[in-house]
């Protein structure tokens, strides 16, 4: 059954690497015209700022597992995250929670006990986002435009979100869903609110990395609070889709409503659409690396 639980996973990421590899496809002019403009050092920093966003979202969701009660070991959980992540270019919506779902069945966990720490590791994950975004508004990245205040207003919800009994309420629904109990012990409110905190270095490293490369496109002054702002809330917006695969055609118009220290709506667009390829070819390639290395390491243990 594990095997067959492990095949599924990865069959929701290799559909995703198609489903990327028809979107790049159908876009390569654009994608061309973009990258044909920048400055490629500053592509390469925002490369490895993207790659370390990614890369702490994946650890944060091994702490979410471990927190809940599973058992996966540091490689395990990164092959579980990112190549499960590849659901999310699949259309549905759901697929992303589909294969981390099913990979996390091989780390003890029952199939809907997996679900329910996929929930919940997307769930604190987003919440961390919303919080950076109200930083981020805070540190004068909204701009001018006061009604963005309000972000500052969710972060008690946030914590309130956090609270074991809210979690608890979560897990129950994904049980009913699934029509099977999980053993799924919520977190403590202390533990669920570090398990966010740990988070918030990812926005921030994905919004310095869509900063850097506004700064390879735009001759002018781009804010990096302001870049940082709409980055993270078009990610959020691009989630709140859950039908469009990756949040593909979400993100980018809400990217470039917000991002106004930019010199042009032209710029900005050319920024979200050269920041969604960086950030495919990080989710591709992560993907593939960690891939090998687990096949590597198998084989050496056999």
């Known amino acids: 059954m594990k095997n067959r639980t492990k095949y599924f996973g990865l069959l929701v990421g290799v559909a995703g690497i198609l489903f990327v590899v028809g979107d790049l496809a159908r876009g390569w002019d654009s994608v061309i015209a973009s990258a044909a403009a920048a400055d490629l050092g500053y592509l390469v920093g925002g490369f490895f700022l993207a790659a370390l966003g990614m890369l702490t979202i994946a650890l944060g969701w091994r702490q979410c597992l471990l927190a809940l009660g599973g058992r996966v070991a540091l490689g395990e959980a990164l092959r579980q995250y990112f190549v499960g992540e590849l659901g999310k270019y699949v259309p549905g919506g759901v697929w992303s929670v589909v294969g981390r779902g099913e990979l996390a069945r091989n780390s003890g ?3 809907v006990s997996s ?10 994950a987003y919440l961390a986002a919303i919080v950076t975004a109200g930083l981020a508004v805070l540190a004068g990245g909204a701009g001018s435009d006061g009604s963005w205040a309000l972000i500052i207003l969710l972060v008690p919800v946030v914590l309130l979100v956090l609270h ?25 409110w202390g533990t669920a609110i570090r398990l966010m905190l740990f988070h918030v270095p990812a926005w921030v490293a994905i919004g310095a ?7 390879s496109l735009d001759t002018g002054s781009p804010e990096l609070t302001n870049i940082l702002f709409a980055a993270v809330i078009s990610w959020i917006s691009g989630l709140l889709a859950v039908p469009v695969p990756g949040g593909i055609g979400v993100r980018e118009p809400v990217f470039v409503a917000l991002a106004t220290s930019l010199s042009t709506a032209g710029v900005a667009a050319a920024v979200a659409l050269t920041a969604r390829l960086l950030f495919i070819l990080v989710d591709v390639g992560s993907a593939l690396v960690v891939a090998i290395l687990a096949r590597r390491t198998a084989s050496r243990s056999v």
């Open 115 to 124: 679900y329910g720490a996929t929930m919940v590791s997307i769930a604190i």
């Open 109 to 111: 966990l029952s199939r």
């Open 164 to 188: 074991p009994r809210a979690i608890r309420l979560g897990i129950d629904v994904v049980s009913k869903i699934g029509r099977r109990s999980t053993e799924l012990d919520p977190p403590s």
């Open 209 to 215: 990395a869509t900063w850097l490369v506004s700064l």
